[in-house]
């Protein structure tokens, strides 16, 4: 009887769910990668279709090189929204506002104004990761209305510290910093259309579909992506919305006291998105059920 009893309470564990079992195998492949990586890393993964998070040192403070752009970007949206900026607002450069870096204004900038709208500032800003444009979008927008909106989210590591390339600043420790679940949870809100509004979400979308990196170059052919990177030294991060069909998801990696120029970021993408290409493609039992999507 006591042995039968025992196989009763046994049964729960015995009829296993066999996506729990493959995701249970992404996060150890994971940290696997963790593991060979000579840095640190942490990552946040929301599946959108069911809201559930995944994380591997998700409070992980870090800084964030041009990821925090994506902050930013809220903030100008915001200020457009309350109608104190507008995106066809003509605003002026001349060489005095060069930051160096990363993106192609630096080159175009001589003693001679240069005329760009805010659109075309907020696309160089993502597209390119241009630093002149990030630059001047933050003395439009306001560095406190960036940490303001960030408060107000619930995202409290998610700051805005220094203007780009203000290497001084950086090394008081001034640095722009998240983790990857709280920007995985920012980008959650847009991709929900519940940041600032409905227009303004899926005008950020559009924007960051512009962006070539990591992301982009680990999927497969044709997957389309919204994503933001960012390098610094010791550095490497990106978060974006990959629109899987049937399974659409965040991925959120961040890299800090990375050595050289190595990145895990690419085999994390490839990682993620295999699982849940095998999770769109399959019902609950592991059978699957549609033709190979991607």
Same mark, same amino acid.
């Given at each position: 009887m006591r042995t039968f009893a025992a196989f009763l309470l046994a049964l729960p564990l015995l009829a296993q769910d066999p996506a729990a079992l493959l995701e249970a195998k992404l996060m150890e492949r994971l940290r696997q990668i963790d593991q060979r990586f000579n840095g640190v890393m942490g990552l946040a993964i929301v599946d959108l279709s069911t809201g559930k998070?995944? &994380?591997?040192?998700? /409070?992980?403070?870090?800084?964030?090189?041009?990821?925090i752009k994506v902050p930013i970007l809220a903030?100008?949206?915001q200020k457009i929204e309350s109608g104190g900026l507008a995106l066809d607002q003509k605003v002026e450069l001349t060489e005095k506002d060069k930051a160096g870096g990363s993106g192609t204004l630096d080159a175009r900038l001589g003693p001679q104004p240069l005329a760009l709208t805010v659109e075309e500032l907020l696309t160089l800003m993502i597209r390119d990761s241009d630093n002149t444009a990030t630059n001047k979008i933050i003395a439009l927008v306001g560095m406190d209305s960036v940490n303001q909106l960030m408060a107000q989210l619930g995202l409290r590591s998610?700051? #805005?510290? @220094?203007?780009?390339?203000?290497? *001084? *600043?950086? @090394? @008081?420790?001034? +640095?722009?910093? &998240?983790?990857p679940l +709280?920007? *995985?949870?920012l980008f959650e809100f847009i991709y929900r259309e519940r940041l600032i509004s409905r227009n303004a979400s899926r005008r950020m979308i559009e924007i960051m579909?512009?962006?070539?990196?990591? !992301? @982009?170059?680990?999927?497969?052919?044709?997957?389309?992506? *919204?994503?933001k990177p960012g390098a610094v030294p010791g550095v490497r991060t990106e978060a974006g919305i990959v629109f899987l +069909?049937?399974?659409?998801?965040? #991925? &959120?990696?961040?890299?800090?006291?990375?050595?050289?120029?190595?990145?895990?970021?690419? /085999?994390?993408? +490839?990682?993620?998105?295999?699982? !849940?290409?095998?999770?769109?493609q399959s019902n609950r039992y592991g059978h699957r059920v549609s033709e190979p999507i991607y």
């Open positions: 998070v995944l &994380s591997l040192n998700g /409070d992980l403070v870090t800084a964030q090189a041009s990821l903030a100008a949206f998610t700051r #805005l510290r @220094r203007i780009m390339m203000d290497s *001084a *600043a950086a @090394r @008081r420790n001034e +640095e722009n910093t &998240s983790t +709280e920007m *995985a949870r579909k512009l962006v070539q990196a990591d !992301f @982009r170059a680990a999927l497969p052919r044709g997957t389309v992506s *919204a994503s +069909e049937g399974r659409p998801y965040i #991925l &959120s990696v961040m890299c800090s006291l990375v050595e050289g120029n190595t990145s895990p970021i690419r /085999d994390v993408v +490839e990682e993620v998105h295999s699982y !849940f290409v095998r999770i769109a």
